[in-house]
Structure formats: C-alpha cells, structure tokens
C-alpha cells in the first residue's frame, strides 16, 4: 500500500514540499504519496489526528503551527526539544515523533553546498522566531568565532539567549548593537522579506568575502540580498537549498534513506 505523508501549513497553497518529497521518493524508488493540508488556524490538531486516522505516516509542518506541533508530539528528538519547534512528524505505534531539520538543512546548505566553512567564521543571525530557534543549536555546534542574534524586538532575541546558553557564548540585542561590528555569515531567518521589508542594518556590517543568506526563497532576489549585494557582501543566497536539504533530513527520518539534493536545487532554481 501507498504509504502517505503531508505539509501541513495555513496558507499552504504556495508551498514547494509535495515537489520535492514527490521528486525525492521517484528517484529513491519509495512508494509513497505526498500532498499539501491547509489547516485552519484553530484546526490543527484535528487535522493531524485526521490524518492519522487516514493511515497517513509522517508530516512536514510549516508557519504558523510548528509550536503547536512541538506541543502535540508524544516524543521528541534532541535538537526539536531544545528548539521549542518541530518541523516534522512522525506516527508510528500510536506515537507521534517530533523533529527540527530546519538547522540541519541551513548548516548543510551552507557547507556542503555553498563550500562555506562555519566553524570560526563570525555569524550574525536575523530574527528571533520559529525559523530562528531552529537553526541556533546546529550553528553553535559548528564552533563559530562569534555567534549574534539580532531582533527588531530585542527582548525576543535575549530570551533565545538565555534559552541557549548552556550551547555556547551568543550576543543578543537589537541591529543598533551591533554598529561598528562586521561578520563573514548573515543569515536573515526574518519573514521581512516576505514584505519586500529589509531589517535595519547598520552600515558595515558585511565583513569582506561575506555570506548573506536569506532563508525565504523567491523568483528574484529579495530586499536584503539586494542590499547585501550593495554593501559588499560577496557570496549571496536563498533559502532554497535550505528547503530541499531540510526535506531531506525529514525524508531521511520517515524512509531511512538519504535523497541526493544536488540536481533537485537546481531544478527548484529553474521553476
Ligand atoms: P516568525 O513569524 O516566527 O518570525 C518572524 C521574525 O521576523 C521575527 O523575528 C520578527 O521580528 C521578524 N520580522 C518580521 N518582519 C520584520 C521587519 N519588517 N523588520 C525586521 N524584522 C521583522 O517567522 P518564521 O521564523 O517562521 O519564518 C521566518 C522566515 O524564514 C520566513 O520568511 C520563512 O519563509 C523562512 N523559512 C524558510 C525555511 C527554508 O527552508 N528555507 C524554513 C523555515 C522558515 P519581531 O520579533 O520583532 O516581530
């Protein structure tokens, strides 16, 4: 039988998982079948239990609900816990496994396919959300020189570090703090650029030969990827290999076998 899983997501309709799960298990051989639930925002649960009850094996969750997943899962993997946010679901034995491979996507994306080392470099985190606390633990265990969070609502990026503290040194605050400072990595984990907004930067702030990554994804490059372009940053990308990569490590949870990402990056860039 057709084993099912699901992205579950309000909205969901824009949604890139059922292509890349759907590419992911013809090239694996898996025979499974992978669509997209919009969920309401008070219907959550309901919808995941349903699922369940359909057969359905695992699910991926995205914005607004990943919270609420962290709190429905029955059992939870390391990094989800310390996260505070689950992307992935897994059901079996009436359990419901919660995981995070948002960090694992990005810290991959970052070395394996854009040949980024991350241990030692000085790291500049934008936002404090559920993108953001995902990525925190997998970015500290690669050793960075200097690890930063910066918030437009200071108070948000000084609670992750206090959340974080036992996991290494991160210097929190608001993008004013850090005038006069400059870093190798960048990483825009705000949904800014969701509104064609840019975060306020201060100048300088991009470090010669600096990453600037924007883990939202579109057509043309975003707001901040223009502006990093601008100030000099030298390396510049989307959070498309952080997609499929994190679609990956779910892939991998759910099926026990590791989809190659290469050609599926370059064929999500060119559609
Ligand atoms: P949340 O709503 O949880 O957090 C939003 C964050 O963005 C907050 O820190 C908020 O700051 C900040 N923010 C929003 N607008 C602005 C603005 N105009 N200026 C400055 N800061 C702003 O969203 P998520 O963390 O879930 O998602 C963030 C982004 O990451 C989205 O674009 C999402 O698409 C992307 N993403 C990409 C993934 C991938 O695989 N490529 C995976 C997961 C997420 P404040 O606290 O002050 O409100």
Redesign the pocket.
């Known amino acids: 039988m057709t084993d099912r899983y699901a992205v579950i997501g309000n909205p969901i309709a824009h949604s890139k998982s059922p292509l890349i799960h759907t590419a992911f298990a013809k090239q694996t051989r898996q025979d499974l079948h992978y669509e997209a639930i919009l969920a309401p925002l008070d219907g959550f649960i309901t919808r995941v239990n349903d699922f369940i009850r359909q057969g359905g094996k695992g699910m991926n969750v995205t914005?607004p609900f990943?919270l609420e997943a962290h709190q429905l899962a029955t059992t939870l993997t390391e990094r989800a816990d310390i996260a505070q946010a689950v992307n992935t679901l897994k059901f079996e034995n009436d359990q419901i496994l919660g995981d995070n491979t948002?960090g694992a996507?990005l810290v991959r994306d970052i070395i394996v396919n854009l040949n980024m080392p991350v241990t030692g470099k000085r790291i500049l985190l934008m936002?404090?959300?559920?993108?953001?606390r995902g990525v925190i633990l997998p970015l500290l265990q690669q050793k960075p020189a200097l690890f930063a969070i910066a918030?437009?609502?200071p108070e948000?990026a000084l609670a992750l570090q206090n959340q974080f503290t036992q996991y290494g040194q991160i210097n929190a605050g608001s993008y004013n703090q850090f005038s006069g400072q400059s870093f190798d990595i960048i990483i825009n984990?705000?949904?800014?650029?969701?509104?064609d907004?840019l975060?306020e930067l201060p100048p300088g702030i991009f470090a010669t030969g600096a990453l600037a990554y924007d883990?939202?994804?579109s057509a043309d490059p975003t707001r901040f990827l223009k502006y990093a372009s601008q100030q000099g940053a030298k390396h510049l990308a989307d959070?498309?290999g952080?997609?499929v990569e994190?679609a990956a490590e779910s892939f991998y949870l759910w099926r026990s076998i590791r989809p190659e990402t290469k050609d599926i990056i370059t064929h999500m860039r060119s559609n």
Not at 127 to 132: D, I, M, Q, R
């Open positions: 914005v990943k948002d996507g936002g404090a959300g559920g993108a953001a918030n437009r609502t948000k984990g705000t949904s800014a650029s969701l509104n907004a975060p883990m939202m994804y959070g498309i952080m997609l994190q």
